[in-house]
């Protein structure tokens, strides 16, 4: 049934930490390690040890180039930084994805707003991922059915497997702790908390979706720029080049270099 | 977006088909046609419908399950554009059958399955124009061009089966001067609505709106993937002037002036062939147009 549920009590969904992502991919292999043996079809690759190798993900990492803005809110090309940027489907409220399927495949679960593919029901048509604007679902070379994230379905509520495992294998995976799942509609879960905190952001609001996941943006690196109050906690370490003002050890050994010139 | 052949060969052909059925029905609602007599006109309408929905479904991953997508009706408008379309062939084919053989039914028919034809049309179009991420697609013009279009080579293809209806001649010329009004229309918009005039850019499709200037440093594989393949595809805007003009040419002008042939001649179903023919050669390069220069918001993620 492509009609969207009324709103779900429980969004399960995940948070990813734009500022702690150090953009491994590990999470995006353990999704496909995962998934390809899990839920519906495997994952195929086309040609994977040819010339022009391509596959079924359900989590990329893309990479960009942030010059973040000085309060003035100007680029500040001195503070140019990587933000690790992982993408999987967002399990959206509003999913667009659902509601164009002409099927009945794609649905939305009203239990805890995990957004699925029926594989048997889907004719892979593709208008879902077209509707996606996130590039979230990607068709299936080999089986022509439509692939998308399940949120880990199979081991979220998975009894077989131990407590600490019935969670997303990406979040699992992730060795830096920029992947967090759990309930965003209970405002007292962690999740919730994070977001409020850190300030937890919708991808392309514009679009109408109300994405369930939330993206935390980087914290400002420096005090100067970017979001800060204006005061530096952080150290100059152009300053403690040229100006060595250290205590302890490092003090005692900058004092006895300097005597022996 | 990917122009995928089938697609492009099934909203033009099935659009003429509907364009030429619609007319068909109006005809025989007013009574100037019964089908003992006229059941061919009606079977090139039906063979046209009908060979385009077959083509659009070998665009399907699993065509063997086609039939499920006429269940969703409720939300989905691909479903409703089946179900619509079932509807239209298979009333308007009942019509056509109990004429032949020699039941009359009451003409109010034309006018329900003329209606019918307009609404398959518009769902096909509304596939398109209902997905915000395209702004190119996301417009009320989206379904007025595939009406406009659905009528002109209906038209056309009304004066070129019957030379009785010569008389139509100059109509069609009018159908084909407001579809390409409404097409030029449609253009004028599209050269407006790039990928970032719904407010979407790099920055807010990665939650860094307000915090930085972004750009793509590195995509997440090397080689190509179905998103890019299917929806940022490029290679067509390049040539997109010379592809307009070539379809003005083919769609608009050699019509017009085979028509303009035919009329001066007292109606010839040659001259007419040609009229045809070239339209719909125009419809495809303007179909696999709509398609080349449509973008989608998701290339923002790979550094457009
Ligand atoms: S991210 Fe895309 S696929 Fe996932 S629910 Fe939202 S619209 Fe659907
Ligand atoms: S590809 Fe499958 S899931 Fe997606 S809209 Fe088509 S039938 Fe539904
Ligand atoms: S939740 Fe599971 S399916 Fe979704 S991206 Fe993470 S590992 Fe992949």
Known sequence: MTMLPLEPTKKLG????????????????????????????????????????????LNRIHSFEAVPFDDAGQPAPQDAR??????????????????????GASYKRSEDGIVLVNE????????CAWACAYGAREMDAEAGVMKKCTLCV???????????????????????????????ADPSSDVSNMVVKRGGVDLMPEQGNRPVNKYLPPRPKSGTHACGSGQSDQVSLLKMAETPQAAGFVGWLDKALSKLD | MHPAKSVIFFTTISGAGFGLIALLALTAGMGHISWDKSWEL????????????????????????????????????????????????????LWVLAGMAGYVLPNMLGYVVAGLCVLTVFATAMIYAQLRPVPRWHTWLTPASYLGF?????????????????????????????????????????????????????????????????????????????????????????????????ALVLGAAAPAAFLGFSLIAGGNVLVMVFAVAAHLAGLFVERWLFFAEAEHVVSLYYGR
Request: proline fraction near 4%.
């Open chain 1, 82 to 103: 990587i933000v690790h940027f992982p993408k999987s489907c967002l399990h959206c409220d509003d999913a667009p994805c659902v509601t164009v399927c002409p099927t």
């Open chain 1, 154 to 184: 199979d081991r979220i509520y998975n009894e077989n497997l131990p407590e600490e495992d019935r969670q997303p294998a990406c979040v699992r995976s992730c060795p830096a702790n920029a992947r967090h799942f759990g309930d965003l």
């Open chain 2, 150 to 246: 659905s009528l002109s080579s209906g038209m056309l293809l009304m004066v070129m089966l019957h030379p009785h209806y010569n008389g139509m001649a100059g109509g069609a010329l009018g159908c084909l001067a407001i579809a390409w009004t409404v097409k030029v229309l449609w253009w004028m918009r599209a050269a407006k609505a790039d990928v970032r005039s719904g407010g979407s850019d790099t920055a807010t499709a990665t939650g860094l709106a307000g915090y930085a200037d972004v750009r793509l440093f590195e995509k997440p594989h090397m080689t190509k993937n179905y998103l890019m393949k299917e929806m940022v595809f490029a290679v067509g805007r390049k040539h997109m002037q010379k592809l307009r003009l070539i």
């Open chain 1, 14 to 57: 995940l948070v990813i930490d734009l500022d702690i992502c150090v953009g491994c991919h590990a999470c995006a292999v353990n999704c496909k390690e995962w998934n390809t043996g899990g839920y519906g079809n495997s994952l195929s690759d086309q040609e994977p040890f040819g010339a022009d190798p391509a596959g079924t993900w």
């Open chain 1, 120 to 127: 048997d029901a889907c004719i892979g048509c593709g208008l």
């Open chain 2, 42 to 93: 009606a079977a090139v309408g039906l063979g046209l419908s009908i060979s385009g929905l077959i083509s659009s479904v070998f665009h399907l991953g699993n065509p063997q399950r086609a039939w499920r997508a006429v269940t969703q009706w409720q939300s989905s408008w691909l479903s409703r554009e089946g179900v619509l379309a079932v509807m239209t062939c298979g009333l308007f084919g």
